[in-house]
């Protein structure tokens, strides 16, 4: 049998214990993990069915509800040690989820001077300051992600003419004229998006233009269809889901404090390694991929050389948007960037709305 | 799940546990090889019931996965009612019943008498987006509506396992339904069981070997890791060879098995190979097992 320790005739938990849990989810959630209310209802059903004595089948048995992807296992542990086993009261989390609780009110309270959008504009990309410019540079990367999106997907629409036979409307028609097909219904391949993926650098010699990137990855997602975003400086993250979200204020924002490492140097050729190993499904043939990057790595240039290769060989296309080749064209062709650019299959500047407009053309 | 020769751990045990006493879908993610879709196999043994899988692809649509009309053999019987003086109306109603329905996966999970199926949804991730929007309604009342028949209703819903190789992030509501289960390459212990279990005859030093090993390739940076299916058709492999312990002329005889990448096997016969050797060479299994934990540590 494959039951493991438990038998059934166990106690319900008890109401402390319901009550338990449902601070411990509200806990998951202040700390960002996906652990809605309906969860908790289920967590205590969970809890009915395992020995609750038992430290790791109740540690297992909440984990397998309240988790939903194997980026929260590791946080869902530490906090599972910090409410379950360690003291409440002084628990860090528990501090710096109020405190962030606290931080939102304040900055309600004073948002009448104050909007993200301003905090945004302190990076000098001075081009995206005014509301007006970031609509047209949002119109602008709609625009481009729809260029590329246009690639037919196997899934068939009804049509009047071309495309394949339909079977099953061919046959209720020919009912018509006793099992005669004289009319054949047709269906053809509907237009759909191509699969894109992202890779936005946000080292510090970036910095000027990573929160501006990081709009232009939001505006792509948005626009196209199966878009998947990473961001990297030293270490690669996938970030798709923060841009699902209805405000880019908020997914921008949230990516910085949980994602961002602005301190460390680049490492182009790392990232990209850790991309073709973890994610090497998320490219195939079909795939456009764009690497948003300045091109200066610090680390291994082989290594850059030789995963760039791997990349260019998987993806459909490899476009290169480096913004240093628009505002300082002379450091734009950096060791790192020279190594790389055999393989790409476009290379653009993309660091003001023009060359985004232009590179929509080109397209 | 021991019974069914599958070497399980108290997470994998608990989870499917769970996920049937709550009559949950469960979803299973982990890297190629690690054994996701083994666990709707032995599930559906262990209850004593049916397994019914739908492999999941670029472009699967609901009709694919649902239902599909036998056209040639309503095309037929259109011709042979041709003499009849049935209306059109009795026609149609005739060629749209039940005899003529194709049921496809998902209809057969539901539209199942007996005990409730194990309904194994296969690599989700491959399908697209509305594809898991259509699954997301199936999943959460368990019928379907066939405009020429009615409503099916499952009288006692399947068990449903998902799983996915994470190439894209899954809808945030279809997370939410299910319970979550992460399978991690296995441990040096758990993949030496697995492979003792899965090649009886093996020895136990090349068992060991092999789980070793695996650790090993595991570290590096290959395009494709290997998986436990690796390990198993490998062990297979040298066993078919008659060989007790590894040596030079059999990995390098066998490595095909494992490795699926042209630059994969070029990086590992350049650097691996020797080092692998003779980091393995003199160890009893007891060693071993301390070397692939110290790497996996490390």
Request: charged share 30%.
């Amino acid at each position: 049998m494959w039951t493991p320790s438990v038998s059934l005739q166990l106690p319900a938990p008890t109401p402390e214990l319901a009550e338990r849990v449902l601070a411990f989810c509200r806990l998951l959630r202040q700390e960002g993990l996906a652990a809605t209310p309906a969860h908790s209802g289920v967590a205590v059903e969970a809890l009915r069915r395992v020995d609750v004595g038992d430290r790791e089948d109740f540690r297992l048995a909440l984990r397998a509800v309240l988790t939903s992807g194997a980026d929260e296992l590791e946080h869902f542990d530490e906090l599972f040690r910090l409410f379950w086993e360690g003291s409440l009261e002084t628990s860090e989390a528990l501090q710096r989820a109020e405190e962030r609780e606290s931080e939102a009110v304040a900055a309600e309270d004073a948002s009448a001077q104050y909007s993200a959008m301003e905090a945004l504009a302190h990076k000098d990309f001075a081009d995206v300051q005014t509301e007006e410019d970031r609509e047209a540079l949002e119109r602008a990367l709609r625009t481009i992600a729809r260029k590329l999106a246009a690639r037919r997907s196997r899934r068939m629409r009804p049509a009047q003419h071309g495309g394949r036979v339909d079977v099953r409307r061919t046959i209720r028609r020919s009912l018509r004229f006793g099992g005669t097909a004289l009319e054949l219904a047709r269906r053809r391949r509907d237009v759909r998006k191509t699969r894109l993926v992202l890779i936005c650098d946000v080292s510090r010699s970036m910095d000027q233009y990573s929160r501006f990137l990081l709009q232009f990855v939001y505006a792509f997602q948005r626009g196209a269809g199966q878009v998947e975003s990473f961001v990297f400086g030293t270490r690669l993250t996938r970030v798709t889901r923060y841009f699902r979200q209805p405000s880019i204020r908020s997914a921008v924002d949230q990516i910085e404090q949980e994602v961002l490492d602005w301190s460390g140097g680049t490492r182009i050729g790392a990232s990209l390694a850790a991309f073709n190993r973890d994610y090497r499904a998320a490219v195939d043939r079909s795939t456009t991929v764009i690497v948003l990057s300045d091109g200066l790595d610090t680390g291994d240039l082989d290594v850059l050389d030789e995963q760039m290769a791997l990349l260019s060989r998987r993806a459909r296309r490899l476009i290169w948007l480096n913004p240093l080749l628009g505002s300082s064209p002379d450091h734009a062709l950096g060791r790192g960037m020279r190594r790389a650019l055999p393989y790409v299959d476009t290379f653009a500047p993309g660091h003001n709305l023009a060359t985004l407009e232009a590179l929509a053309k080109v397209l | 799940m021991e019974a069914q020769g599958y070497v399980t751990d108290r997470e994998v045990a608990t989870t499917v546990f769970l996920a049937s006493e709550l009559r949950m879908p469960v979803l299973i993610e982990g890297h190629a090889g690690v054994g996701k879709t083994e666990v709707a196999k032995v599930l559906a043994a262990s209850l004593e019931t049916e397994l019914i899988r739908l492999q999941c692809y670029e472009g699967l649509d609901a009709y694919t996965a649902l239902y599909e009309w036998n056209y040639p053999k309503q095309m037929l019987w259109i011709r042979l009612a041709e003499q009849e003086s049935l209306s059109l109306d009795a026609k149609e109603t005739h060629i749209f019943g039940s005899d003529f329905l194709l049921k496809r996966p998902l209809l057969q999970a539901i539209d199942h008498g007996g005990r409730p199926p194990v309904l194994l949804i296969d690599e989700i991730d491959r399908a697209d987006e509305e594809f898991e929007a259509f699954l997301l309604e199936v999943l959460s009342d368990f019928q379907v509506t066939i405009p020429e028949l009615g409503t099916i209703r499952a009288e006692e819903p399947p068990f449903v396992v998902l799983t996915s190789n994470r190439t894209r992030e899954l809808s945030d509501a279809l997370k939410r339904r299910c319970l979550y289960l992460w399978i991690d390459y296995p441990s040096f212990d758990k993949e030496l069981s697995i492979i003792n279990v899965k090649v009886p005859g093996v020895s136990a030093l090349l068992g060991a070997q092999v789980a070793a090993a695996m650790a090993s390739l595991r570290q590096m940076r290959l395009s494709k890791s290997p998986g436990v299916a690796e390990s198993i058709k490998w062990a297979l492999s040298l066993l078919a060879t008659g060989r007790k312990q590894l040596d030079r002329k059999g990995l390098e005889e066998t490595f095909g098995v494992f490795l699926k990448d042209r630059d994969d096997i070029e990086a590992v016969r350049g650097l691996w190979l020797d080092s692998l050797l003779q980091s393995l060479e003199g160890r009893d299994v007891d060693a071993l097992r301390e070397l692939a934990t110290a790497r996996s540590d490390a």
